[in-house]
């Protein structure tokens, strides 16, 4: 029988909306430390609440408060976590794009961010975080063995993101995560075209490796200095890749120049 207090509510009446605040505050920490990603599904309601060892009904009233803070998002298809930066990823990088200088701009600030992130995770990075980057790298040159270049491309992602989230910081973790986001849509630059040229992925197999070991081997000012010499040179081939595809659109241009003027 439930306990009442003095005003005639139950114990029971105050307890469930506390347990529900304190569920949402779980599953919004496990969010904001990356346990949880963006546009990932979380398990059913039932084997959740098994999970969380919670009831369902305080389970529903906590992924509802957490469906108004714009967090999750429920369809027929389950409930998802959002991508709650896209308010504001999705306007900037439809001003970015329009924008030659962006690309070198990104790259500037790429190197500021991940050569800070790359330091912190040689120094913070946990044995578990270390054996990730191990795995991703073999997983890499695994993918350029087979010459598969989209399968290389997406090891890269996942290894960045890797460092990002062993540097421990979490203003580092999602707002870089926000921006690989941006480069996997080719918002900066075209990925696949560099992807498909085989110094470059060369270069960039080598690049990967001296800054994974770097932060396994935890030695920050290797880690920082690689860091530094990988997005400078991707920073430079993408730029050069840009001009001399400038100067083929001129030529080809001048060539058929003959089509604008009468016969």
Do not use: W
């Not at 350029?144 to 989209?150: S, Y």
């Not at 800054?211 to 920050?220: F, L, M, Q, R, S």
């Amino acid at each position: 029988m439930e306990k009442q207090d003095g005003g005639g509510e139950t114990v029971e009446g105050l307890r469930t909306p506390k347990l529900a605040e304190a569920i949402a505050e779980h599953i919004e920490r496990l969010i904001l430390e990356g346990v949880l990603r963006p546009g990932e599904k979380l398990a059913s309601e039932r084997d959740l609440a098994e999970r969380l060892e919670v009831s369902r009904p305080s389970l529903r009233d906590a992924l509802e408060m957490l469906e108004k803070r714009g967090l999750l998002a429920t369809s027929r298809d389950g409930t998802r976590v959002t991508q709650f930066l896209s308010g504001l990823t999705d306007p900037l990088a439809g001003l970015l794009q329009s924008n030659e200088q962006v690309t070198a701009d990104y790259f500037e600030y790429r190197a500021a961010v991940e050569r800070t992130a790359a330091g912190l995770a040689a120094v913070r990075a946990t044995a578990p975080e270390r054996q990730a980057i191990r795995e991703c790298l073999a997983e890499m040159a695994a993918a350029h063995e087979a010459l598969d270049a989209d399968r290389e491309a997406e090891a890269d992602i996942v290894l960045h993101r890797l460092i990002y989230a062993a540097s421990h910081n979490l203003v580092i973790l999602h707002v870089m995560r926000a921006f690989s986001e941006m480069l996997r849509r080719d918002i900066f630059f075209n990925r696949t075209s560099l992807f498909a040229q085989a110094a470059f992925r060369d270069a960039l197999l080598a690049q990967h490796k001296a800054i994974g070991e770097a932060v396994v081997a935890g030695d920050p000012d290797a880690a920082e200095r690689a860091v530094y010499e990988h997005l400078k040179f991707t920073g430079d081939t993408v730029e050069k890749t840009r001009v001399d595809a400038a100067r083929v659109d001129l030529a080809v241009r001048r060539l058929n120049r003959s089509t604008l003027l009468s016969g």
